[in-house]
């Protein structure tokens, strides 16, 4: 633990103060034992004269050693203050980098899984199921349709459910009438979605929504990315429909942010988040604040940065890199760790550094 550098560090300066203050008393009762003795020897005349040099003498080295003992005091307090600065700023650096490390290493996990789902989108999209139900949405292809999203949720484990919808923005089919029954036949050409993928120049090209509660699928919380059905799936076709896919958010987020690599102690005082862009919490490990709480982001946030509050709490965060030809939505990972019990990792005269302010 590199709060332990400071710790140690305090230790030594409480031991070392400590030390001095007794040599001090010590030598301040050999200066008096000495001024007792050049008492005595002056009644004692002649015959004491030889002991009252020596009494001076020991007066002499006692003041000498106070000296000494002072000079060194003064020392190590510059020293050991200078060490414990050192140990904070590397308390600081460590701790903070390594928050920060890991709030990348979570927002870079999610994109790599959302690149997937825009693969998935654009390449299902060119299903002949799905074209022939958008070109003539008769009963038997739109069941065949169904039956196909069904097949393909067999598979793919991640998704809530999939729908094919006409240019109106009717679903004509999903992969789970079972368990939704109520999407069939819903209107749904209001939503950002559909309408940025209904326009989109070709099917290399999808939409995608922040994550949001869906009423259709019974208010869970979903990422929908969507994609042009184009006519005979010519990625330059007529367009004559849209597939939505609604990513199940909740497992993945919550399974990014468990895993990132804290020790027991550690997981107990810290906060894991995803944010938008704007700074909307979109997954936490506490569970508080999704979709409601907004994390205050300043102007200029670098795009991996970590900050140490004057109460202790350390903050890392980072902006989401994109992967491949996946560029991300503006989203950042980030942590927020409380102290410890014992002690609060700010620097010596109580100040916090920080390269940029993260507040709630």
């Not at 203050?21 to 008096?32: K, N, V, W």
């Not at 014992?342 to 916090?352: K, L, M, Q």
Request: with cysteine.
């Amino acid at each position: 633990m590199p709060e332990r550098v400071v710790e140690v560090t305090k230790d030594v300066r409480v031991l070392t103060d400590q030390a001095i203050e007794g040599i001090q008393a010590l030598m301040s009762h050999t200066r008096m034992l000495a001024l007792n003795a050049t008492i005595e020897a002056a009644r004692a005349g002649a015959a004491g004269k030889g002991f009252a040099v020596v009494a001076e003498e020991v007066k002499a080295v006692s003041m000498r050693i106070n000296d000494i003992s002072t000079e060194l005091g003064a020392a190590l307090e510059a020293r050991t203050g200078e060490l414990e600065q050192l140990g904070a700023d590397l308390v600081q650096r460590v701790r903070g980098t390594r928050l920060a490390d890991l709030a990348l290493n979570a927002i870079e996990t999610v994109d790599r899984n959302l690149f997937e789902r825009t693969a998935d989108v654009r390449w299902w999209a060119t299903d002949s199921a799905f074209v022939a139900a958008c070109a003539d949405p008769v009963p038997a292809h739109t069941d065949h349709a169904a039956q196909r999203l069904g097949v393909i949720l067999g598979s793919y484990t991640v998704y809530l459910d999939l729908w094919v919808c006409d240019l109106q923005g009717r679903v004509l089919a999903n992969g789970r009438p079972a368990r939704y029954p109520a999407v069939r036949g819903r209107e749904v050409g209001d939503q950002r979605w559909f309408q940025q993928a209904r326009d989109t120049a070709s099917g290399e090209d999808y939409a995608v929504a922040d994550v949001h509660t869906e009423p259709l699928l019974d208010d869970a919380r979903t990422a929908t990315y969507a994609a042009a059905i184009r006519r005979d799936g010519d990625v330059h076709g007529e367009v004559i429909g849209v597939l939505g896919i609604h990513f199940d958010w909740d497992p993945l987020a919550l399974g990014v942010l468990e895993g990132m690599r804290l020790d027991p102690e550690e997981r107990l005082r810290t906060r894991g988040l995803l944010i938008d862009a704007s700074g909307l919490v979109l997954a936490a490990t506490d569970g508080i604040g999704v979709l409601n709480e907004r994390i205050d982001l300043p102007p200029g946030l670098p795009d991996v940065s970590h900050e140490l509050r004057p109460d202790g709490t350390f903050v890392g965060q980072a902006l989401t890199p994109g992967y491949e030809t996946y560029e991300g939505l503006g989203w950042r990972g980030m942590l927020v760790q409380r102290p410890r019990r014992d002690h609060a990792a700010t620097t010596p005269d109580g100040r916090a550094a920080s390269n940029g302010r993260l507040g709630r």
